[in-house]
């Protein structure tokens, strides 16, 4: 898929690991997030097609988006993090560009519901808001315009509730 900026977006292979974590390693102060990125990918709550990155025309991989299982509740949900682009690529498309991708292969394998405790300025060009108007928390402080939710059915509400994130989230 390319998008307007001419990313190329695709699910991860096995081959792109390497790159993944080089770009996550970069992207966060600390290394905490690309450790996060390997434990969920050893875990149940990783989905095969949920882990997407974004390639310029050579096949570079540049950007990274991963959605895994969480729960609302009882309510099966998925949990968007981490997102990272390598330094030189940020504010290209590149990050945004996955982040659809990713978005849009949760919708097209039924997923409902998409949490994600972000940058408040950046997550609602996608659809994201306050998850507490929806009735979602969390059992940690954050601040509330920082979590949000996004629902990807139009015709189904989003559950209520706490929402619980995979084991090697920590939390």
């Known amino acids: ?10 699910a991860e292979t096995g081959a792109d690991i ?3 974590r080089e770009i996550v390693l970069a992207a966060f102060d600390t290394p905490s997030e690309a450790g996060l990125v390997d434990a969920l990918r050893a875990d149940s709550s990783w989905i095969d097609g949920l882990s997407l990155v974004s390639t310029d025309e050579h096949g ?13 509740g009882d309510a099966p949900a998925l949990c968007l ?9 940020q504010r290209s498309g590149a990050g945004s560009a996955a982040v659809r991708a990713a978005l849009a292969a949760a919708g097209a394998m039924g997923e409902h519901c998409v949490t994600v405790l972000g940058h408040p300025a950046y997550y609602p060009r996608f ?11 969390v059992t940690f402080d954050v601040p509330d315009e920082a979590l949000m939710a996004l ?3 139009p015709d189904r509400p989003l559950p209520a509730g706490t929402i619980r994130y995979a084991a090697p989230f920590g939390v």
């Open 18 to 20: 390497p790159a993944i």
């Open 60 to 72: 570079t991989v540049v950007g990274h988006a991963l959605l895994t299982r969480c729960h609302i």
């Open 151 to 153: 629902g990807l059915d």
């Open 81 to 89: 993090a981490p997102v990272a682009v390598r330094p030189e690529y």
């Open 127 to 137: 659809g994201f808001t306050r998850a507490s108007l929806h009735g979602i928390g």
């Open 1 to 10: 898929m390319r998008t307007r900026n001419q990313w190329i977006t695709r």
